[in-house]
């Protein structure tokens, strides 16, 4: 079927939109028109297609085989349209193009400063942007190209269609609390007993909430009655060191914390909740070269930040780090 002029841009930013979404109304908003309109332009171009891109899911809609076909194409027409708008603005303004990543919270703490850092000293002239949020969220907005890259713990089959992932390095979650924790004098510990505290948990939609679920139900933890969710890493670091609340958290947001003695890990082996963390970014749509030159600077930092690069070993010290402590931070204990 030969390309039918009359598909306009307003047709494939609805379409994405909704598929973001999965929403007409939710997409409606975003988009500041009615439901109506953002109706009428879908059927527009499902009748120009001659296929049916959505169906009705519950109280949302969800993509129909053609619209996940669709999906593919429509997301890397934009992408490619929005970088050419950015070349040209950058351009006039005598800079370079822009790159959006997406970051988990562990991640924009752990690596991406001194990935960014390291990208910038080659002088591209290229916007940096850093995005964070749940890692569900970052993968719908790669999907429709808001997003260059995404760097964050490998999600479930269902949402990597279409996705390319390499993996960097392994995390693990820990229980931290404050130094001087009443937790910590108690031997032996039994992790039963942060159920009389406050706990932090992930929210709800975070990648490693399941993860922390699992784990307490396995260990006999069917509720936690007194918590707070959050994915806030300045909140949970004040919360915690100022209360006796035991935080959830994927470890890396908080290595530096334990190592300058402002945070204490419990004794828990949670080796079990240890998953991939790495690149992920569209299988269709090759990178740009600033694009592939900031992916080898978070390659080189997720190394210089010792942590243990995909198939290394860790110490007995950490899991997650391949080198020895430095002499440094020994004394600093």
């Given amino acids: 079927m030969a390309l039918d002029q009359r598909v306009k841009y307003r047709h494939l930013q609805c379409f994405l939109e909704i598929a973001r979404q999965r929403s007409v109304v939710k997409a409606a908003a975003a988009l500041s028109v009615t439901q109506p309109a953002v109706s009428k332009t879908i059927r527009e171009l499902e009748e120009l297609l001659g296929v049916a891109l959505f169906e009705r899911r519950g109280r949302?809609?969800?993509?129909?085989?053609?619209?996940?076909?669709?999906?593919?194409?429509?997301?890397?027409?934009?992408?490619?349209?929005?970088?050419?708008?950015?070349?040209?603005?950058?351009?006039?303004?005598?800079?370079?193009?822009?790159?959006?990543?997406?970051?988990?919270?562990?991640v924009s703490t752990r690596v991406m400063p001194l990935a960014v850092s390291l990208f910038k000293q080659e002088n591209t002239g290229t916007v940096v942007r850093v995005v964070t949020g749940d890692n569900s969220v970052l993968l719908s907005q790669l999907r429709t190209g808001d997003l260059d890259l995404v760097v964050g713990r490998l999600a479930d089959p269902e949402?990597?269609?279409?996705?390319?992932?390499?993996?960097?390095?392994?995390?693990?979650?820990?229980?931290?609390?404050?130094?001087?924790?009443?937790?910590?004098?108690?031997?032996?510990?039994?992790?039963?007993?942060?159920?009389?505290?406050?706990?932090?948990?992930?929210?709800?939609?975070?990648?490693?909430?399941?993860?922390?679920?699992?784990?307490?139900?396995?260990?006999?933890?069917?509720?936690?009655?007194?918590?707070?969710e959050t994915v806030s890493m300045a909140f949970g670091r004040r919360y915690t060191r100022m209360n006796d609340a035991v935080w959830i958290i994927s470890r890396g947001?908080?290595?530096?914390?334990?190592?300058?003695?402002?945070?204490?890990?419990?004794?828990?082996?949670?080796?079990?909740?240890?998953?991939?963390?790495?690149?992920?970014?569209?299988?269709?749509?090759?990178?740009?070269?600033?694009?592939?030159?900031?992916?080898?600077?978070?390659?080189?930092?997720?190394?210089?930040?010792?942590i243990t690069p995909a198939g290394a070993r860790g110490t007995a010290r950490d899991p997650e780090t391949a080198a020895p402590e430095p002499a440094a931070r020994r004394r600093r204990r």
Wanted: hydrophobic share 45%; aromatic share 6%; net charge neutral.
């Fill in 60 to 106: 949302g809609v969800a993509l129909t085989r053609f619209g996940e076909v669709f999906l593919r194409y429509a997301g890397a027409s934009v992408t490619a349209l929005r970088q050419g708008i950015d070349s040209i603005t950058q351009a006039r303004t005598k800079g370079g193009m822009a790159i959006k990543v997406g970051a988990l919270p562990t």
């Fill in 159 to 228: 949402l990597m269609t279409g996705l390319s992932f390499e993996h960097l390095y392994s995390e693990r979650i820990s229980f931290v609390v404050r130094p001087d924790h009443p937790l910590l004098q108690e031997k032996p510990f039994e992790l039963g007993r942060i159920a009389r505290y406050t706990v932090l948990m992930p929210t709800e939609g975070s990648i490693i909430r399941p993860m922390a679920d699992r784990f307490l139900i396995t260990h006999g933890i069917a509720s936690i009655p007194d918590q707070i």
């Fill in 253 to 306: 947001v908080i290595v530096d914390d334990l190592a300058d003695g402002v945070l204490a890990e419990l004794p828990v082996e949670t080796e079990a909740t240890t998953g991939p963390v790495g690149l992920t970014t569209r299988a269709d749509m090759p990178p740009s070269l600033a694009s592939i030159m900031l992916m080898q600077t978070i390659r080189e930092a997720a190394k210089k930040r010792e």
